[in-house]
């Protein structure tokens, strides 16, 4: 590996090179690269780049990827929610058995900030500090007023799809003035839980609970959390003409235009974020070593999608906070260790 190969992943025809980082003393002779604290906080930056109310894109910049992976597994498993954690059925006619039916209801996605209930350990008794109840009572029967010829089940029977919109929220002691701002529901109105046919009934109460994605999914604040490093596409040599058409057409759109220099229309990297690293380019004799693909090291760009209970940027800012926690809990157990070590001494 070349000392200015360091910060890049070489993309090959048949391979990648330089997969294994190299950030650390005397990796290159006549180098001693010593690791500097200021030098990573000066590196270090966060640039949004993408918000909506439920997505995020964000790039992740001078760290290593053992930080950009922890941070995406905290969003995925470590940052609590609320969802349906007990289901009390009462009464269920249905086609879907009764831990069908409740395994679906624990995964509809709920509207309720869990900053605003306590932790419920397993021998402790569901309060309105610590638990959010929700009802269903949902029945099926024949439309008389339908044709009858009618084959459509939402005409010819009513009740026959059980929504997520009919979960009803049951505030409990001081829930009601607590969330009247915001009231507890699910995020999704249409999210379908089961069909019924006439005289089918469904009839159970729900107790939702807080928790976080590492004890069960359900619990996971995001659809999905992904990041890829951000792709580096450099042309060593010109390419016009034909060849500069061909050269385009090898990467999705917007990441490559043709430009007029002195006349001559040339390929130009414009936007190389938008690159899927196809490898396509080199498949062609003709750009055989005139481009070179790489991608940035210590360059992430971040996906994230919530699932709506909490803003994407409330998201990321509390998968810091975890992080800095773990990094503080093993600073004070390497600190109590070497202390140990000392005083055995």
């Not at 450099?234 to 385009?248: K, M, N, P, S």
Request: a negative charge; hydrophobic letters at 40%; one cysteine or more.
């Amino acid at each position: 590996m070349a000392l200015e190969d360091r910060n890049r992943v070489v993309i090959l025809e048949d391979r990648v090179e330089n997969i294994s980082g190299a950030e650390f003393p005397l990796s290159f002779d006549k180098h001693e690269l010593s690791y500097s604290l200021e030098e990573l906080k000066n590196a270090l930056d966060i640039k949004i780049v993408h918000l909506t109310p439920t997505e995020i894109e964000f790039d992740l910049i001078g760290v290593d990827a053992s930080i950009a992976n922890a941070l995406r597994r905290i969003l995925l498993a470590e940052i609590p929610t609320m969802a349906i954690e007990t289901v009390y059925m009462i009464n269920n006619t249905g086609i879907v058995q009764d831990e069908v039916l409740a395994h679906r209801l624990g995964l509809v996605p709920i509207l309720a900030n869990p900053e605003d209930f306590n932790w419920k350990r397993s021998e402790d008794p569901p309060t309105d500090q610590n638990t959010a109840v929700f009802k269903l009572f949902v029945e099926c029967f024949k439309n008389q007023s339908a044709a009858a010829d009618e084959t459509d089940p939402n005409k010819k029977y009513i009740g026959s799809s059980v929504y997520s919109s009919q979960l009803v929220w049951d505030p409990k002691g001081d829930q009601a003035t607590r969330f009247a701002d915001s009231p507890i529901r699910p995020i999704h109105d249409d999210i379908l839980i089961t069909k019924l046919r006439p005289g089918q009934v469904i009839n159970c109460e729900m107790h939702c609970q807080k928790g976080i994605g590492k004890d069960h999914a359900k619990f996971s604040p995001v659809a999905t959390a992904s990041y890829r490093l951000l792709p580096d596409i450099q042309i060593l040599q010109d390419i016009t003409g034909d060849d500069a058409e061909l050269f385009r057409s090898c990467f999705p759109p917007g990441v490559v235009e043709i430009v007029s220099e002195g006349g001559v229309q040339k390929a130009k990297v414009v936007n190389a974020r938008k690159d899927t690293v196809s490898r396509e380019v080199l498949r062609h004799k003709e750009f055989e070593g005139k481009v070179r693909l790489t991608r940035v090291r210590d360059h992430f760009i971040f996906n994230v999608e919530s699932t709506g209970a909490i803003k994407p940027e409330v998201l990321v800012s509390r998968a810091l906070d975890v992080l800095i926690e773990k990094c503080d809990i093993s600073k004070t157990a390497l600190d109590k260790m070497i202390k140990d070590n000392v005083s055995d001494e």
